[in-house]
């Protein structure tokens, strides 16, 4: 158990590099990878359910204490980055499914790594927890409304079917886990060390099948498409500072509203557009998983050389 343990660690720590070799391997072992996608959902509810292993019912008392200051964040992360990837598709002329993928991608609720980055940014964590908590709550509900309203004259979108996917690979699975925890805290914890193992490589595994289904695509539109990525995720990771700025937050809260707004669960976004798109239409979703687990890291990096200013004012300075 603790050379798994060890393992688990080593896996977390290496998480954006080993995302990044399995789009590697998924680019140059098409045929090996691409059998890979009709099991993106499922994948993605293994994902989901250990996320819920982690979360706490306390997860979602900050709500009660800080109310405004959740809602503005939630808020941003459901307007902010669907409207970028919708603008960004079309500024960058890509074909319509590659704009639903971009949209998906952008609607998608935070990213399950958000809180570890915001934690090594030293970034008031609570409030992080509380963003991917609450979005991914809100997500079968929000998600396909944006999808539709954004990508529904670009390719029909069957909003109720989202619905009900986003239900079975997301709520479901994150609410078991989460009461599994809460019922049965003494089976679960010695698991919950073993959690990064099980996320990374439903996380590797997805984006090798994505990026090997669609192989071709990535030789011939891969670079125009990664800059619309990079594009996207970087004005996402900016605006969402701006928005804790200028919405008088303090400063851990901007780094974690940054974060949280910058980093999707582009994981659901590829499993959404294999199942009721093409594959095609995950591409987004997969180099989105390969470039914001970089670039997440790259501003823990940065923040991490400086605490806040205002760091004893985080909104609940537990949770790691």
Same mark, same amino acid.
């Given at each position: ?11 977390? #720590? ?14 140059? *072992? ?5 059998? !890979? ?18 979360? #706490? ?7 009660? #204490?800080?109310?405004? $200051? ?8 459901? +307007?902010?980055?669907? /409207? ?5 598709? &079309?500024?960058?002329? *890509? ?16 990213? =399950? ?6 934690? /090594? ?7 992080? !927890?509380?963003? $991917? ?9 929000? +998600? ?37 925890? $809460? ?8 698991? *919950? ?27 011939? =539109? ?31 809260? @901007? @780094? ?17 557009? +294999?199942? &009721? ?16 687990? /970089? ?5 823990? +990096?940065?923040?991490? @050389? ?12 537990? #949770?790691?």
């Amino acid at each position: 158990m603790a050379v798994i343990t060890k393992v688990a660690d080593l896996v977390g #720590r290496w998480f954006a590099v080993l995302v990044l070799a399995g789009a590697l391997v998924g680019l140059l *072992l098409p045929e090996q990878t691409a059998p !890979v996608v009709p099991h993106v959902p499922l994948l993605l509810g293994l994902i989901m359910f250990g996320m819920g292993l982690t979360m #706490r019912p306390a997860d979602f008392t900050v709500v009660t #204490r800080h109310p405004g $200051t959740v809602l503005l964040g939630v808020l941003a992360q459901y +307007t902010v980055m669907p /409207l970028l990837g919708w603008g960004i598709a &079309h500024a960058f002329g *890509l074909p319509p499914l590659l704009v639903v993928g971009m949209v998906l991608v952008g609607a998608s609720p935070g990213g =399950t790594a958000s809180n570890v980055i915001v934690y /090594l940014a030293r970034g008031d964590v609570a409030l992080s !927890v509380a963003m $991917t908590s609450i979005s991914t709550m809100l997500a079968p509900f929000v +998600t396909p409304l944006l999808v539709l309203g954004l990508a529904g004259s670009t390719l029909p979108v069957a909003a109720g079917d989202l619905f009900l996917s986003i239900l079975q690979v997301v709520l479901l699975p994150v609410v078991a886990g989460l009461l599994l925890r $809460t019922f049965a805290e003494r089976v679960v914890s010695p698991l *919950l060390p073993l959690m990064p193992l099980v996320s990374v490589t439903g996380i590797v595994l997805v984006v090798a099948g994505v990026v090997g289904a669609n192989a071709d695509a990535v030789l011939g =539109t891969g670079l125009l498409l990664a800059l619309a990525v990079v594009v996207h995720n970087t004005l996402g990771l900016t605006v969402g500072y701006l928005v804790g700025y200028f919405g008088r937050m303090p400063e851990s809260a @901007r @780094r974690a509203a940054s974060v949280e707004v910058g980093m999707q669960n582009s994981g659901l976004a590829a499993s959404l557009a +294999t199942t &009721h798109f093409e594959p095609l239409a995950a591409l987004p979703g997969a180099l989105f998983s390969v470039w914001h687990n /970089l670039s997440g890291a790259a501003v823990a +990096t940065y923040w991490a @050389r400086s605490a806040p200013e205002d760091a004893e004012e985080a909104l609940e300075p537990e #949770r790691p």
